[in-house]
Structures are given as C-alpha cells and as structure tokens.
C-alpha cells in the first residue's frame, strides 16, 4: 500500500438494511469467500421474513445473532452479525470456529486470509450497494 493509498475503512450498517434480499446477498459472499456448505444452502431455502425478523430481534436484544453455517476449513464455522455500540450500527463478521491450538500453522493462515477476504467483500457490497457506513473503530 502506498502512502496515497488509505486503508479501508470498516463498514457498517443501519438495522432496517436488513432485508431478505441483504441477507441472502451476504449469505452469498460468504459461499463465495469460505466455502458452500449444506448449512448454507439450507439456510438460504428457509430465508423469509419470519427469519429477518428473528435476525432483528436477536440483534436489538443481543446485539449479536450466530449462524452455525460451516465453511471448507470446519463444519462449525459461523457467519456472525454484530451490533456496534458505539455507532448503533450492524456488522458482518465471518468465525472460524477453529481451535487453533490444537490446528496446524497452516490452517491458521487459511482460516486469517478467509477472514480478511469476507470483511473486504462485505465492505465492498456494503459500499457498491449504497448501504454502508463507516465504523468508528
């Protein structure tokens, strides 16, 4: 990165953003990034409203909501969404899930570079679609 170059900025965005639209986009990223799984693919057929609104609700009480979808690395990875506090604003992130003391270097470093490809592609479609807002990290 050169020193005309920023570094990219977390987003964020606004609760009502979530839709069955946006969440099956994101759902989609995540395939793209870690890898289809049959938890995904199931959780995609039962997208609805119902599921948007448990989504919303678990954020406003919780202020987080866990989808136990899998990836290419483990069964028990999750696509994770979280409320900032600070902002009041959602974010996506994408968990592993690994124990990686008891996992090879290897796998750390493919788990690490499958998590910074999720958070780019999520701030992307968050730019590229109109819906983000930058995090005050």
Do not use: W
């Amino acid at each position: 990165m050169t020193e005309t170059e920023s570094t990219p900025k977390k987003c964020g965005f606004q609760i009502d953003t979530v839709t069955i639209g946006f969440v099956s986009s994101v759902v989609e990223i995540y395939e793209d990034t870690v890898g289809e799984t049959l938890g995904s693919q199931m959780f995609k057929q039962q997208l609805s409203l119902t599921v948007v609104d448990d989504i919303k609700s678990e954020l406003s009480k919780q202020g987080y909501c866990e989808r136990r979808l899998g990836s290419s690395l483990d069964s028990n990875s999750k696509l994770i969404i979280r409320m900032s506090r600070r902002d009041n604003l959602g974010f996506v992130q994408f968990n592993p899930n690994l124990d990686f003391n008891q996992k090879d270097a290897v796998l750390k470093d493919k788990a690490d570079k499958m998590k910074n490809e999720f958070e780019s592609r999520i701030n992307e479609f968050l730019l590229n679609s109109g819906k983000g807002v930058e995090l005050k990290i």
